[in-house]
């Protein structure tokens, strides 16, 4: 069993981890050979401690946006009874499920081949790598868009929530939302941030940057929420003790809650290019400081 | 968007497929598509049932709607 000190290390790593778009997964395999923690996330103990840390990073999420997921379940119902979409929050709701089920399934389908990379902090420190290089490509392609409209004659505006030509979560369509949702497929591998590669694709398709943070989110959140739930029933005796695992959740659901808040705010004017830097230079030191 | 009643059809056999893995997962002892010795899989067995709802849900959407006046 894992000690309490370690769990609750784990437990903040994980809040600030999981939403940011540096990937959680990657950083649990790749940190601790780093600073010399001898914990691997392939241990047995560390199964339950994930599935708690993730349901207080969704208590977090669906906290944050309470609101939201009010009007989205109460408009999931409304649109499947009557089978059709007649107002935004069907839509999104709609829209979320249409997005989550690929990654569901894909990830149902290979939980086990994949979990063979979780042990393998060399190839954790690759995919980083790559989760920079796809950070660094959606900003990349955001300034060639602007450079272009500002060519084209059009003002680009300071303020994306003022700036027109970049749309609000609703205005996506189905078939975007598809490719979004197979896109985030790809954050099963440790290394690649489920947040990032979910935001890099809102922006390629047109989102503000903090419209694509939310959609990020509100995707997220069925999935953390199931990847902790479905572990539940496979609690057994590697399972923290009441207090700890209480404690574990709380802390990860408050950093998470308050990363969240913090890039949402960070993103009104910020860009996605210092975690970009940030997990290019995680994954270099990964490699070659992990042997 | 026009619906489709062969699409529909399709839709709520693929349904009964799953609440019909639902139900094999809930209740037997198997290892099949799954690792590990036989067991009752509840992973699977609550996979397969959000599967089924998603199902009925989207033939739901995918049938053709009376017009309205």
Redesign the interface.
């Known amino acids: 069993m894992l000690s309490a000190g370690l769990i609750l290390f784990l437990a903040a790593l994980q809040g600030v981890t999981e939403l940011f778009p540096v990937s959680s997964l990657g950083h649990a395999v790749v940190v601790p050979p780093l600073i010399g923690l001898n914990f691997r996330e392939t241990s047995p103990a560390f199964v339950p401690v994930l599935a708690i840390l993730h349901l207080g990073t969704a208590a977090a999420l669906l906290f944050l946006y309470r609101r939201d997921w009010a009007r989205i379940i109460v408009g999931f119902f409304r ?3 009557r ?2 979409i007649s107002d935004p929050d069907e839509r999104l709701a709609i829209m979320l ?1 249409v997005g989550t ?1 690929p990654t ?1 399934i894909i990830g ?1 389908l290979l939980q ?1 081949p994949l979990k063979s990379l979780f042990g393998d902090p060399r190839a954790a420190s690759v995919f980083l790598i790559v989760n920079g290089g796809i950070l660094f490509a959606a900003e990349m392609f955001r300034r060639r868009d602007e450079r272009r409209r500002a060519t084209g004659g059009a003002q680009v505006l300071a303020h994306e929530e003022d700036d027109p030509a970049y749309e609000r979560v609703e205005g996506l369509s189905l078939r975007t939302t598809v490719i979004v949702g197979v896109f985030q497929a790809g954050a099963l591998l440790p290394g690649i941030s489920r947040s990032g590669i979910t935001m890099a694709a809102g922006l390629v398709a047109g989102l503000r940057h903090e419209e694509a943070a939310r959609f990020s989110f509100l995707l997220a959140t069925p999935i953390i929420l199931a990847a902790g739930l ?1 572990e539940v ?2 609690l057994g005796s590697d399972a923290p003790t009441l207090l700890v695992a209480v404690a574990a959740a709380v802390v990860a659901g408050l950093v998470a809650y308050a990363s969240a808040r913090f890039l949402l705010r960070y993103l009104r004017l910020g860009r996605l290019d210092p975690f970009a830097y940030y997990c290019a230079a995680l994954g270099a030191a990964g490699l070659v400081l992990i042997h | 968007m026009r619906g489709s009643r062969p699409l529909s059809l399709l839709l709520l056999v693929l349904a009964v497929i799953f609440a019909l893995a639902a139900v094999f997962y809930f209740t037997t002892k198997t290892s099949f598509l799954a690792s590990g010795p036989p067991a009752i899989h509840f992973k699977h067995a609550i996979v397969f049932t959000v599967l089924t709802l998603l199902a009925v849900v989207a033939a739901n959407f995918a049938r053709p709607k009376s017009i309205q006046a």
């Open positions: 649109a499947a009874v089978g059709r499920i089920v569901g149902f086990d479905l029933p496979t």
